[in-house]
């Protein structure tokens, strides 16, 4: 299993500029989440997906727009970028099997934006 | 989510155990103690979770208080890839099917030194 992945792996953008962020996990999670993280600081919820068709708003999703595309995939876009965008995003998945223990989130090794 | 407090560095000798500490005073009865980590660059990676009794899995231990206001991360033999950030999360359990919201801190910077 590749687990989370993520592309791309690093991304230089002009404010104004579009871009979209894809996640992908081949665990067969139904939870999915994007998260930022700030230099030196914590990771911030942006939005998550309980299940394929379903998107909620996490802390921070001024900005953004998710797409649950299907159980694999969910991906965030950017649609006019601005420099407070600069940051690092995780992506993450999780299961609801386990009923009586805790299904831990398992995290992409990032994307790593610039916007100037 | 009842707020934690961890210090924000700590060093540990290679070999020795680390012991993380992370104080959770409001912490409610039906809220879970998680710890993640976060090795530089990378995605966090879940450790080790707890209610009140003491956990232990093949990554690390969890000693919880009685009272439960307070909780330390002990990693028994550390090594150099052990240098991370450790994020101590307190909140309720995940309803069966719901989504979790973890709530990051900025953790404690462990810098394991040979």
């Known amino acids: 299993n590749a687990g989370v992945t993520q592309t791309p792996k690093f991304q230089v953008l002009k404010t104004g500029q579009s871009m979209t962020l894809q996640c992908a996990q081949d665990m067969n999670h139904n939870s999915m989440y994007w998260y930022r993280q700030d230099p030196g600081m914590g990771l911030r919820l942006i939005y998550y997906?309980?299940?394929?068709?379903?998107?909620d708003k996490g802390e921070v999703p001024n900005g953004y727009n998710v797409s649950r595309l299907n159980k694999r995939e969910f991906s965030l876009r950017l649609e006019s970028a601005a420099p407070s965008q600069t940051s690092v995003y995780f992506c993450a998945s999780k299961t609801d099997e386990k009923v009586a223990s805790y299904n831990e989130q398992f995290f992409g090794p990032g994307t790593r934006l610039t916007v100037l | 989510d009842a707020k934690t407090t961890q210090p924000t560095s700590m060093d540990c000798a290679e070999g020795r155990a680390a012991n993380l500490p992370c104080n959770h005073s409001t912490i409610s009865g039906n809220e879970y103690v998680y710890w993640y980590r976060q090795i530089h660059s990378q995605g966090p990676q879940y450790i080790i979770h707890g209610l009140k009794n003491n956990e232990t899995n093949e990554m690390a231990s969890l000693i919880i208080t009685e009272d439960r206001k307070s909780s330390t991360l002990i990693l028994p033999h550390a090594t150099l890839r052990d240098t991370a950030v450790y994020y101590c999360?307190?909140?309720?359990?995940?309803?069966?099917?719901?989504?979790?919201?973890?709530?990051f801190g900025k953790g404690t910077k462990l810098t394991v030194n040979p």
């Open positions: 999360i307190v909140r309720v359990a995940p309803t069966q099917g719901g989504s979790e919201k973890l709530v």
């Open positions: 997906s309980a299940s394929e068709g379903t998107t």
